[in-house]
């Protein structure tokens, strides 16, 4: 199973941006998605979640600004991002609890990474 994020990029205070991570391979369901960021000399903190029942988590500096969804379809999640702020910048990352069969353990995958700069 592999992750993969896009939708990363340089935006200016007050802008947006969507997030996606893309799950592909061998997969039976996903549990709870969600997304992560890590800004330098900071450790990597939980930005939102979202579980297959479609409740949502998310962290006090990001409430009313940003947006998680899922499509099950698709093995994807997204984050919106609206009202940028330069304190967002960090590397983004995607997590997912994956069951592969029927009767395997759901593990933690991990995407790749996407930088997002918020800069004047």
């Known amino acids: 199973v592999q992750l993969q994020a896009s939708g990363g990029g340089l935006v200016q205070p007050g802008g947006s941006l969507r997030l996606s991570c893309a799950a592909s391979?061998?997969?039976?369901?996903?549990?709870?998605m969600s997304w992560y960021r890590q800004a330098p000399g900071n450790e990597r903190e939980l930005v939102a979640l979202i579980l297959n029942g479609a409740n949502t988590n998310y962290a006090s500096s990001v409430k009313g600004r940003f947006t998680i969804s899922r499509d099950d379809a698709k093995n994807t999640v997204h984050l919106q991002m609206d009202s940028l702020k330069p304190e967002d910048t960090a590397v983004y990352y995607c997590?997912?609890?994956?069951?592969?069969?029927?009767?395997?353990?759901?593990?933690?995958?991990w995407g790749q990474g996407t930088q997002v700069t918020v800069s004047s």
């Open positions: 391979g061998p997969i039976f369901s996903i549990n709870a």
């Open positions: 997590n997912m609890f994956i069951q592969l069969t029927s009767t395997s353990m759901t593990v933690a995958y």
